[in-house]
T-cell receptor, first 115, second 116 residues
Framework: GNSVTQMEGPVTLSEEAFLTINCTYT??????LFWYVQYPGEGLQLLLK?????DKGSNKGFEATYRKETTSFHLEKGSVQVSDSAVYFC??????????????FGKGTKLSVKP | AAGVIQSPRHLIKEKRETATLKCYPI?????VYWYQQGPGQDPQFLIS???????DKGSIPDRFSAQQFSDYHSELNMSSLELGDSALYFC???????????????FGAGSRLTVL
C-alpha cells in the first residue's frame, strides 16, 4: 500500500511567521494528495487537495504543490495567525486501485501560533 | 448545510461490554468510512461501505463489525471492549467510489469512546 511521512511537531510560531510542514509519500501511480486540519475538539476538515502532478492546492492562505519528482506535498503559509493553531495531517489514498476515499494519514503536526 | 452526524458524542463503557456508534452521512452521499483515532495519533482507516456493501477493510479488529443501512446511515458495533479501544471514532462520507468527488471526505465531529 501507499505510505506518507510527515514532519512531526509540535511547531510553535509567532503570528505572521512563515510556515512549512513537510510531507513526502510513497505510492503506486499518481494519487490525489490532501491536507486535512483538525481544530481542538473537532473532526477533520479538508484544507486543500491536488489531484495531479504540478497541481497547486490552496485555501485560506495555505498552499501545497504536488511534486512528483520529489514525491512531496509540503504545506506552506506566508503569514500564520493565532486561529491557524491546529493539527495538520497530510493524506493520500490507502492503496492504488482501491476506494479513493480510504485514506492513510501522516502522524500529524501540531501547530501553535503565539500572538 | 447538513453535515455528517455522529451519535453518541461521548460514550463510557466497561471492559468486555458492547458499544454501538451511529453515523448519518450527508444527504445523497452513498459512501461511508469509519476511522479510529487514538490519543495523539493519526486517524486509522477501519472500514468503508458503498451502496450498503462493504467496499474496503482496514485495521478493524474482528471484535468490531459495521453495516450500512438502506437509508445510508451506518453503525459500528464493538464487542468485548478493551482498554485500548478508547479512542475518537470518526465517520466520514463521500459521493461515489471513483472519480474526483470520491476523494472529498466530509468528516463528522466524532464519537469519543472511553473504556474503563
Amino acid at each position: 500500500g501507499n505510505s506518507v511521512t510527515q514532519m512531526e511537531g509540535p511547531v510553535t510560531l509567532s503570528e505572521e511567521a512563515f510556515l512549512t510542514i513537510n510531507c513526502t509519500y510513497t505510492a503506486t501511480g499518481y494519487p490525489s494528495l490532501f491536507w486535512y486540519v483538525q481544530y481542538p475538539g473537532e473532526g477533520l476538515q479538508l484544507l486543500l487537495k491536488a489531484t495531479k502532478a504540478d497541481d497547486k492546492g490552496s485555501n485560506k492562505g495555505f498552499e501545497a504543490t504536488y511534486r512528483k519528482e520529489t514525491t512531496s506535498f509540503h504545506l506552506e503559509k506566508g503569514s500564520v495567525q493565532v486561529s491557524d493553531s491546529a493539527v495538520y495531517f497530510c493524506a493520500l489514498p490507502l492503496r492504488y486501485g482501491g476506494s479513493q476515499g480510504n485514506l492513510i494519514f501522516g502522524k500529524g503536526t501540531k501547530l501553535s501560533v503565539k500572538p | 448545510a447538513a453535515g455528517v452526524i455522529q451519535s453518541p458524542r461521548h460514550l463510557i463503557k466497561e471492559k468486555r461490554e458492547t458499544a454501538t456508534l451511529k453515523c448519518y452521512p450527508i444527504p445523497r452521499h452513498d459512501t461511508v468510512y469509519w476511522y479510529q483515532q487514538g490519543p495523539g495519533q493519526d486517524p486509522q482507516f477501519l472500514i468503508s461501505f458503498y451502496e450498503k456493501m462493504q467496499s474496503d477493510k482496514g485495521s478493524i479488529p474482528d471484535r468490531f463489525s459495521a453495516q450500512q443501512f438502506s437509508d445510508y446511515h451506518s453503525e459500528l458495533n464493538m464487542s468485548s471492549l478493551e482498554l485500548g479501544d478508547s479512542a475518537l471514532y470518526f465517520c466520514a462520507s463521500s459521493s461515489g467510489q471513483r472519480g474526483l468527488q470520491a476523494n472529498v471526505l466530509t468528516f463528522g465531529a466524532g464519537s469519543r469512546l472511553t473504556v474503563l
